[in-house]
């Protein structure tokens, strides 16, 4: 993902985060209790369970065809938080690397211009 597009394709609603969930174990109505004629219980009563879900965030970006201009499926990545901010600690670690380059750089100009 090109973070560096990510506001204008938002503002353009090309592309942005969306909320999504999906059922990963279906719900189970309640059984009751069956009983014989001599209201012996035969089969216990199975109580009703409910749903599970998964909620997770995609990043979800509009596609087309460029030859045809034709809309294609959308292009989706789940994304966590860490994900996120980790991205974003390479990022500053890079800038951090590249300041201390610079600062270098200046040292060497710096005695260079000395000469």
């Known amino acids: 993902m090109d973070f560096l597009k990510y506001a204008d394709k938002k503002s353009k609603s ?3 985060f969306e909320k999504k969930s999906e059922i990963t174990k279906e719900a189970v109505a309640k059984v009751p ?5 001599f209201d012996v219980v035969i089969k216990k009563e199975i109580p009703a369970i409910p749903e599970e879900k998964r909620e997770y965030i995609i990043y979800k970006e509009k596609r087309y065809n460029a030859e045809t201009g034709e ?10 938080l860490e994900q996120l ?20 750089l200046a040292v060497c ?3 260079f211009k000395k000469l």
């Open 71 to 80: 809309a294609m499926d959308d292009s989706t990545k789940e994304w966590t």
């Open 14 to 16: 090309l592309g942005g």
């Open 33 to 37: 209790a069956e009983k014989d004629e």
């Open 85 to 104: 901010e980790a991205e974003k600690a390479r990022y500053d670690k890079a800038m951090e690397d590249a300041k201390k380059q610079s600062d270098a």
């Open 109 to 111: 100009i710096a005695d």
